[in-house]
């Protein structure tokens, strides 16, 4: 599996921005498609936004789409996530996650290589 570390959290207001990162470690980064999942307290771990392993094809969840970014440099081993317009709402543990296939996937159960998360708050 590859190796995943999130980073760029913190505490935001609301109308800011944040760009998360997720470096890559132990295994061809290219070969793994690549997706941004986000879990608020109490609540289930959800679909973001994912990337394709050549980063030429990009999906977003209904709640990311205008405002986020998904974006990838496979020289560096990193994918990141530009968070723009940031809302109350958006406040979640930010969790990046890879699978080793192209198909663009948004199901959690489908990846299974996991980063430890970076926090994410919104304040009003």
């Known amino acids: 599996q590859v190796q995943l570390v999130e980073s760029g959290g913190g505490l935001v207001q609301a109308g800011g921005s944040l760009r998360l990162s997720c470096a890559a470690s132990g295994r061809t980064f290219s070969w793994y498609g690549m997706g941004w999942f986000r879990q608020a307290p109490g609540k289930e771990r959800d679909f973001v936004a994912a990337?394709?392993?050549?980063?030429?094809?990009?999906y977003y969840a209904d709640s990311a789409k205008g405002r986020f970014t998904i974006s990838r440099d496979n020289a560096k081993n990193t994918v990141y996530l530009q968070m723009n317009s940031l809302k109350p709402e958006d406040t979640a543990v930010y969790y990046c996650?890879?699978?080793?296939?192209?198909?663009?996937?948004?199901?959690?159960?489908?990846?299974?290589?996991w980063g430890q998360g970076t926090q994410v708050t919104v304040s009003s």
């Open positions: 990337i394709s392993r050549s980063g030429d094809t990009t």
């Open positions: 996650a890879g699978r080793q296939s192209e198909v663009i996937v948004t199901t959690v159960s489908m990846y299974n290589s």
